[in-house]
């Protein structure tokens, strides 16, 4: 697997008065957010995602509780932990995910490179892997 996925942290600031998480244009937020959503009150038996995107990048960060996120290009699978805020997944384009296992009171924040464009999105896996192999 190619850098379709990887963990990259995020730059926080602790005190006796607590932490704070900050999030700017840099190596870990290659793109400028034009959307930023969140998920939370996921039932634990229940999964999300299960789709892929064309163009759109992301970076999601668990800031509350914890998940498990699968990335598979194509041929390799592969599942991150999400468990801290200081912490992030940067997905890229053409990867298929699956969000499994949200913890209780889990809040999973999402920054997207594009706007909602549901053109975008491939939520078929047999469609997924016939695009990659006439895309990448
Ligand atoms: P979806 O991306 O399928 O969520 P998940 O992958 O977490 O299961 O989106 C769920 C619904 O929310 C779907 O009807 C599209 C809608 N939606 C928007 O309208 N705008 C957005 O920015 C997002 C992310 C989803």
């Known amino acids: 697997m190619s850098w379709i996925a990887k963990l990259v942290e995020v ?43 064309k163009n759109l990048e992301q970076l999601m960060i668990a800031v509350a509780g914890s998940l498990s996120v699968l990335v598979d290009d194509g041929s390799v699978r592969r599942e991150f932990e999400l468990d801290s805020p200081s912490r992030g997944l940067l997905i890229g384009p053409g990867a298929w995910r699956e969000m499994h296992r949200f913890a209780p009171g889990t809040i999973c924040l999402v920054l997207a490179s594009e706007k909602f464009d549901e053109t975008d999105y491939i939520r078929d896996y047999q469609d997924f892997v016939s695009w990659r192999e006439s895309n990448c």
């Open 11 to 53: 730059p926080t600031y602790s005190s006796d008065s607590g932490s704070l998480a900050v999030v700017e244009r840099s190596h870990s937020l290659p793109f400028d957010p034009v959307r930023a959503y969140f998920i939370f009150d996921v039932p634990n038996w229940s999964s999300r995602g299960f789709h892929a995107h």
